[in-house]
């Protein structure tokens, strides 16, 4: 006896599966399941996946600026799992974890290595603010819930710092094992500079951002050193937000075959209710503007997020995986506008639609 079989769901490659679910994982995959279980939810006509990852969003929702609810940026658009890319540090993620969790939509944090996190926005100007012995600390205290660590690498954060917490990021990271999110943006630091200190599986977001110290050149080219950054294994990862989506510099990479690793929204309170982000299925209706196809967006808000952060029951959608899909339709039969951070807009036709989002088995129906 299943927990739950979705019946008649139809895949990437356009065939038709039944997925049954059991105890949150996924049990069986099959064109038919006739076996009995508690509930049926007909998916008939709408599109299967594993559950979207966004890894990088700010929903703690005691924050004065960058604050949001799990919900609202999760299950309600979709979304299974979000990542708060580094809303708190370690004085208040203690706070934020026991929050977080009465959520229906999955959470987990990436530490910022500053105390307070964001409460004040140049976090890293003041360097006693970091203490590493705390930070591993409450990296031990809190495992199931700080899958890694984030540092915002920008003018406005981190004063006349220059490098210096890039450095203390990168030795945390390497005591406590965990991957690490750095934030580019306006110089200081160079971003060639920034990118030296980075290794294979480090990620970059705010990959495609539209600013002078960005990934073009003046000439409008992918610089060298980014593209060999990435070509090296450095992952860059969108991190949308409300000033760091740029439709030139993203087409631009693609014509250099540099496609984003994976897709995520940079989504609070204010650029999803105002936009430009307003949920993660716009920024995915974005990229496929970009010229993505629809499986290369699927795979950056699914296997590639999760591998990135070492989610390694999430991602996929295969039996013995955590019970997290989403369902969704894809018409293009009507006009949308899309419009990036420096207010470009475009209009498409493609537009991707969550209908459910399941979350440990359990379905919650978007309307
Ligand atoms: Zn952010």
Redesign the pocket.
């Known amino acids: 006896m299943y927990d739950l079989i979705i019946k008649n769901a139809r895949t990437l490659e356009h065939q038709t599966i039944d997925v049954a679910i059991k105890d949150g994982k996924i049990s069986e995959i099959s064109a038919v399941i006739a076996a009995d279980s508690q509930e049926i939810f007909n998916a008939k006509g709408q599109f299967i996946s594993a559950g979207w990852i966004d890894a ?1 969003v ?1 929903c703690y929702e005691k924050m004065s600026l960058y604050y949001d609810y799990p919900d609202e940026v999760g299950v309600k658009n979709g979304v299974t799992t979000i990542v708060d ?1 580094g809303s708190t540090g370690e004085n208040n993620i203690g706070e934020f974890y026991k929050l977080a969790r009465k959520s229906k939509t999955n959470v987990y944090a990436l530490l910022n290595i500053s105390k307070d996190g964001i409460v004040f926005q140049d976090e890293l100007s003041d360097l006693t603010k970091v203490n590493e012995a705390k930070n591993l600390e409450r990296i031990q205290e809190l495992s199931e819930f700080i899958i890694g660590i984030k540092a915002r690498m920008s003018k406005s954060v981190i004063g006349q710092n220059g490098v210096r917490p890039l450095i203390m990021a990168k030795s945390l990271q390497k005591k406590a094992n965990l991957p690490l999110m750095v ?1 580019i943006g306006t110089a200081p630091v160079e971003l060639e500079e920034l990118m030296s200190y980075l290794d294979a599986g480090d990620i970059v977001t705010h990959c495609f951002n539209g600013k002078d110290n960005g990934i073009l050149d003046r000439a409008g080219q992918i610089k060298d050193f980014a593209k060999k950054a990435y070509e090296a294994g450095v992952h860059f990862d969108i ?1 949308h ?1 409300t000033e760091s989506f740029n439709f030139q510099v993203a087409m631009q990479a693609k014509s250099e075959n540099i496609l984003a690793n994976s897709i995520s929204t ?1 989504i609070y309170s204010r650029n999803r209710l105002d936009g430009p982000v307003y949920n993660l299925a716009t920024t995915m209706e974005k990229l496929m503007y970009v010229g993505y196809s629809l499986e290369q967006v699927i795979h950056r808000v699914t296997q590639t997020p999760a591998k990135a952060l070492r989610l390694s029951s999430k991602g996929e959608l295969a039996v013995g995986y955590d019970a997290d899909i989403t369902l969704f339709k894809v018409t293009d039969d009507s006009s949308k506008q899309l419009i990036d951070s420096n207010q470009e807009t475009v209009k498409t036709s493609v537009q991707i639609q969550p209908t459910a989002t399941i979350i440990a088995g359990k379905v919650y129906e978007i309307d």
């Open positions: 990088h700010h890319a934030h991190g937000g940079d």
